[in-house]
């Protein structure tokens, strides 16, 4: 048995396969759901079943809980594998609980999860001396068909990770690195947020192509849905994104350079690219305007890239473009209800006081 106590909060897609990965492993692992016949389930078994991926076999796991307190107490690290829009409530519920010396990694955290968890633990008055971090996005490709059980599809072969304050992300890999060695660090935080392409990818697709998803017909996706004309927009979009990261001292990479990295698909365009990414030859298009694609990645991905562009001086118009569209087509307030400057912490910051708040935790 290894030492490293991991708890890993969340029992969906993700939760599920990293904890049974880590319990192949030999690693003590707990898991907190909030659903109760998951986590009964997981008990009765006495861990997570692989079946029909990379990974097989059976992941043992120490228990599952509802309680925060059980699931928090004695971590070396606390894994938060949620979505973006549940990590604040997920941060104010473990606060009490939290003790030095402790990891929090948020896996992955969006845009800036790192800077917003770290906010709602000192609104709630946590005093306990831990490290906030995050990743850049999830390492697996992954389902969970039924409670207790996952399958790993595929594991990227390259995960950037990093701390906040940056000074404290080699410890943090001295850990990460037990158990998945193709973790590497990233510069601070906001490296991990800007290479976040979920923002890119997601709600700009979605919201121009909504005819298409509230037709009712059968569609692909990224290669019905990601048209010359919508390729070209997220292109322009990502340069602006690059261009921002210049002003936080970032040598982003591009889409099209992330695509042939990660998925050897190689296009002139965007809309080229994403046709020779094997990973998405099956990938269904949406049926309702109302998934995560718009309701997450808007508040909590597009909203804080616009507001690290007001930081910098930078008016994003693009994005700001998405993000009044998905707030008129969905009624909903994403500006006020997401990761805004208030929210993450920076608000009334330029971009060298919150480059010096990632690198030393101080304002």
């Known amino acids: 048995m290894k030492k490293t106590v991991w708890s890993i909060i969340g029992g969906g897609n993700g939760g599920q396969s990293m904890a049974g990965h880590l319990g192949t492993m030999g690693f003590p692992v707990r898991l907190y759901d909030i659903n109760e016949e998951n986590v009964n389930v997981i ?55 939290l003790a030095d010396g402790q990891f929090v990694f948020i896996h992955p955290g969006a845009t800036c999860g790192s800077l917003e968890v770290r906010k709602v633990l000192d609104d709630e008055g946590c005093k306990a001396d831990i490290v906030i971090s995050e990743a850049m996005s999830l390492l697996y490709a992954c389902r969970s068909p039924r409670f207790g059980t996952a399958s790993i599809k595929g594991i990227k072969e ?19 690195n037990e158990a998945f060695p193709q973790m590497f660090a990233g510069k601070n935080v906001l490296e991990t947020s800007f ?27 990224y290669y019905d849905g990601i048209t010359p004309s919508i390729g070209a927009y997220v292109e322009k979009m990502d340069a602006s994104r690059i261009e921002l990261g210049k002003k936080y001292g ?7 350079k992330w ?26 298009g949406q049926k309702t305007m109302r998934t995560r694609y718009i309701l997450e990645d808007v508040p909590m991905s ?31 307030e994403f500006r006020k209800n997401g990761r805004n400057a208030a929210a993450l912490g920076i608000e009334g910051m330029d971009a060298e006081q919150i480059i010096k708040y990632v690198t030393t935790g101080e304002k």
């Open 43 to 97: 008990n009765e078994q006495g861990g997570i079943q692989f079946e029909g991926g990379v990974v097989e076999g059976f992941g043992k796991v120490e228990f599952a809980t509802m309680d925060m307190e059980k699931a928090v107490t004695g971590a070396d690290i606390v894994v938060i594998v949620a979505p973006a829009l549940y990590h604040g409530a997920i941060a104010k519920n473990m606060a009490p609980y």
């Open 250 to 256: 970032l040598n982003l990479t591009s889409m099209l």
């Open 302 to 332: 597009l909203v804080p890239l616009a507001e690290l562009g007001k930081a910098a001086g930078v008016r994003l118009g693009m994005v700001e473009t998405i993000i009044d569209l998905g707030e008129y087509m969905m009624d909903e």
């Open 195 to 221: 290479e976040n392409l979920n923002c890119m990818m997601h709600p700009t697709p979605s919201l121009l192509n909504a005819a298409q998803i509230e037709s009712g017909r059968d569609w692909l996706y």
């Open 158 to 176: 390259g995960l950037m990770v990093a701390a906040m304050p940056s000074n404290k992300t080699d410890e943090l890999l001295a850990i990460l």
């Open 259 to 284: 695509y042939e990295k990660l998925y050897s698909a190689k296009g002139e365009t965007l809309s080229e690219a994403v046709k020779q990414c094997k990973a998405y030859a099956g990938i269904a």
